[in-house]
């Protein structure tokens, strides 16, 4: 089948600002969109600029807006997009190129809040022992790929980009709530600054577009929670 | 870097402590909260009284003065003292959380948080004061 993509283009070194290009491209009902724009890539023009890795919904690095929802490029059929597709990149980032955008300021507020073990007791010989009912607290959180599709989609964090975002702070509660971590004083301390958790204004558009399907807003008020229970 | 976030800590350093911070948000997040449940319940018992059991043409001064001096006159303006200043705050809040995401020139943050301030105070007071010292006149 024939659809029509309008993509949109950025070349730092032509363009004053982004605009939209038409491409036709001859692919499956079946085919995911990458499939779709490797098909313009390869076969229409290939200045055209993305990030793909595994292209199997894991890497999380083809995040982009499709029909103005974030969406893995990988993880959505051509034909449950309608025609023509609308494919833009994400919001709130620095632009590159094309669909590429500046992850920096992303992976900066992730590495903020702390995402690895923080354990101050020795060592054990062989293993941090963790019960299932202990292990299940945390087992949503875990599923983060840390493609931004839930930070990019969220409008507090389109108004004031010093705000952590909601992937910065699942990946904070996957440790939070880990009962073989021992920082979750620190973490939570961080998120009860100003552009802690508390920017958060439960808008739920970061669970909607979550890709992996984690219950973002929930794993947010999870850590709301735990902050009252602690400091009131 | 931009402000509030910290540089990552690499190697053996000690990790970057956050900044202590107020509680006030987390307050302000567990008012709306409450304040948000009790408003529920006087906000749409005010609606019931004013205009389903009553109606705008039996509510007046008179009807005011029945209820405000009446034996239930404490009930009744505590009742009306706590519709006032829950649904105050809890507006106010709202206007101050757009307020802090969507103003970002500083001089018109202090212009908007000055009025939002001023003005919530200056009607919680003049609300209570005629609440608590009304008395009826002849």
């Not at chain 1, 363009?15 to 491209?25: G, L, N």
């Not at chain 1, 983060?144 to 980009?161: D, E, K, M, Y």
């Not at chain 1, 802690?196 to 439960?202: A, N, P, S």
């Amino acid at each position: 089948m024939q659809v029509t993509l309008r993509i949109q283009r950025f070349d730092p070194e032509r363009d004053e600002k982004p605009h939209f290009e038409e491409y036709q491209a001859d692919v499956e009902p079946t085919d995911r969109l990458l499939d779709a724009l490797n098909y313009v890539k390869w076969y229409v023009d290939g200045s055209l600029a993305y990030r793909r890795s595994c292209a199997h919904g894991i890497c999380g690095s083809d995040a982009m807006r499709v029909n103005g929802r974030n969406r893995l490029a990988c993880k959505v059929l051509v034909r449950d997009l309608g025609n023509p597709i609308t494919v833009a990149p994400m919001l709130s980032f620095q632009l590159i190129k094309d669909l590429v955008v500046d992850m920096e300021p992303f992976f900066a507020k992730y590495r903020a809040l702390k995402p690895y073990l923080i354990a101050d007791d020795p060592p054990p010989e062989k293993e941090r022992l963790q019960s299932p009912v202990d292990r299940e607290r945390y087992e949503d959180t875990t599923k983060c790929i840390l493609c931004a599709c839930c930070t990019t989609s969220c409008p507090p964090f389109w108004a004031n980009g010093d705000f952590y975002g909601p992937a910065a702070i699942v990946n904070a509660h996957r440790f939070i709530f880990d009962s073989r971590d021992h920082g979750a004083d620190e973490r939570l301390a961080t998120l009860n600054e100003r552009n802690g958790i508390w920017r958060c204004r439960t808008v739920f558009n970061c669970t909607e577009a979550c890709p992996r399907g984690i219950k973002v807003t929930e794993a947010m008020e999870d850590v709301k929670r735990a902050l009252m229970l602690r400091n009131i | 870097m931009a402000h509030g976030v910290m540089a990552p800590s690499y190697g053996y350093g000690p990790r970057p402590q956050a900044q202590t911070a107020s509680n006030f948000e987390l307050w302000a997040w567990l008012f709306m909260r409450i304040s948000g449940i009790m408003l529920v319940v006087l906000a749409l018992g005010h609606l019931a009284i004013m205009h389903v059991i009553n109606t705008v043409d039996v509510v007046d001064y008179q009807f005011v003065v029945d209820r405000w001096t009446g034996p239930w006159s404490a009930v009744w303006r505590t009742y009306d003292a706590l519709l006032l200043v829950l649904a105050l705050i809890h507006g106010l809040n709202g206007v101050r959380i757009v307020v802090d995401d969507y103003v970002s020139s500083q001089a018109w943050r202090v212009f908007w948080m000055s009025l939002l301030y001023v003005g919530g105070f200056f009607f919680i007071v003049l609300g209570t004061l005629v609440i608590f010292a009304f008395t009826p006149q002849k």
